[in-house]
């Protein structure tokens, strides 16, 4: 028992850690780390190839009437998932429907150009989780304390 105690310590020091930002090992781990999970995972496997494994952009944007930006959603698609990243609409043009909006429409193009079937997003409680839920998003996680003293939700919807 001693003997291995001794080796696996010896084995951890044949290692040497870093903490340091590196793009290019980061990229190395992503596609090492995606090799391994279409290895396991059926579903992944049968997306390789295929346009729905590549994440594709999809931003909608709302100007006023002098052409500056009065809201914009931003996220992308993604094996038949909308994933919204970012959805504002500036101060003055709240409570008058934009939001709804940009979020339909991203959900209209999600759906009929790119075959996605839901859709998710994060928000915080500070933010819209009762928006999101008028527009038909439930609530499938809910973290407290992120970041501290803050609430954050994960929230889904079926497209149909």
């Known amino acids: 028992m001693q003997n291995w105690q001794s080796n696996a310590f010896m084995v951890c020091r044949m290692f040497r850690l870093e903490a340091e930002v590196d793009k290019a090992r980061r990229d190395l781990l992503r596609t090492r780390l ?4 279409t290895a396991a995972s059926p579903v992944l496997r049968a997306l390789r190839g295929t346009p729905g ?3 594709v952009p999809l931003h909608v944007w ?6 500056r930006l ?5 996220g992308h698609t993604w094996a038949t998932w909308l994933h919204v990243t970012y959805l504002w609409v500036d101060e003055p043009h709240r409570g008058a429907g934009l939001g709804s909006r940009l979020l339909s429409e991203a959900e ?6 790119r075959g996605c079937r839901a859709a998710r997003l994060e928000t915080w409680d500070f933010q819209a989780p009762d928006f999101y839920r008028k527009q038909g998003y439930e ?3 809910v973290i407290e304390d992120y970041p501290p003293g803050i609430t954050e939700y994960t929230l889904t919807k079926r497209l149909g």
Do not use: F, H, P, Y
Not at 34 to 37: A, G, I, L, Q
């Open 62 to 67: 709302a100007s006023d009437d002098s052409g």
């Open 53 to 55: 494994e590549r994440d």
């Open 34 to 37: 995606r090799d391994t999970n």
């Open 108 to 113: 209209r193009i999600a759906r009929t150009d």
């Open 139 to 141: 609530v499938v996680c």
């Open 70 to 74: 009065a809201g914009g959603l931003v």
